[in-house]
């Protein structure tokens, strides 16, 4: 059965504080792994699509890295501005969501 | 231009009142999708049409009817909805996955309508 889970749930970091997110995918034929932003009350926000193994993403803070299993959001040197929920979604036969991260950057 | 545009906003109903949700597009998008999201959830799939026409339905109850009048617009008709049908309704296009394409091309969400049921 197709999953797609995210961890952790809840990130809080300080301002300037390096982390990585991560969504782990079971998908029969992945034919794409796409990264979203959404503040509260909007919709997402397009961020990253990714195909293959090893390939890799950059913009400004972000960067999505994907494996055969599964893929990781590094934020680098977070700003409060990047407080949001990032969510994983899977295209195999359709479109799976992952539950999201809600991340909090203290100033 | 990777704009999609709902209307309206904010959607307050009675429980026996008709109203419509409205999605556009200018993108040439052929895959047109409903997303039903409650708070602190992942957007929840409810229908999915491809070329105008309905291919996914989630086994949305019948309150729900959707529309696509043509390749740019998603209609969603609500009628006789229920308190816990509150939510924000979010509309998403992109191009459809077509036979023989192995890949899937990211899809573009609008800012989506926060509809409240009393």
């Known amino acids: 059965e197709d999953q797609v889970t995210q961890s952790p749930e809840a990130l809080r970091l300080q301002e300037g504080e390096s982390s990585s997110l991560n969504c782990s995918y079971t998908v029969s034929g992945l034919r794409g792994l796409f990264w979203y932003r959404q503040d509260p009350g909007k919709g997402p926000e397009f961020l990253f699509t990714l195909y293959s193994a090893g390939e890799e993403k950059e913009k400004e803070r972000l960067k999505a890295t994907l494996t055969k299993k599964e893929s990781f959001l590094h934020i680098t040197a977070p700003k409060p501005e990047d407080s949001a929920t990032y969510l994983c979604a899977v295209s195999g036969n359709q479109f799976y969501f992952g539950t999201g991260t809600s991340l909090t950057v203290i100033p | 231009d990777t704009e999609v545009t709902q209307t309206p906003k904010h959607l307050v109903m009675g429980m026996t009142n008709k109203k419509s949700l409205k999605c556009e597009q200018h993108m040439g998008h052929r895959a047109m999708y409903w997303y039903k999201q409650k708070a602190k959830k992942p957007p929840e799939l409810m229908f999915v049409?491809?070329?105008?026409?309905?291919?996914i339905n989630e086994s949305v109850p019948s309150r729900f009817s959707p529309e696509c009048p043509n390749s740019s617009l998603l209609n969603l008709h609500l009628h006789a909805l229920q308190p816990e049908d509150s939510a924000l309704y979010l509309c998403?296009?992109?191009?459809?996955?077509?036979?023989?394409?192995?890949?899937?091309?990211?899809?573009?969400f609008g800012q989506g309508t926060r509809l409240t049921v009393v």
């Open positions: 049409y491809s070329y105008e026409k309905l291919s």
């Open positions: 998403a296009s992109r191009l459809p996955p077509e036979q023989g394409r192995h890949l899937n091309t990211e899809a573009f």
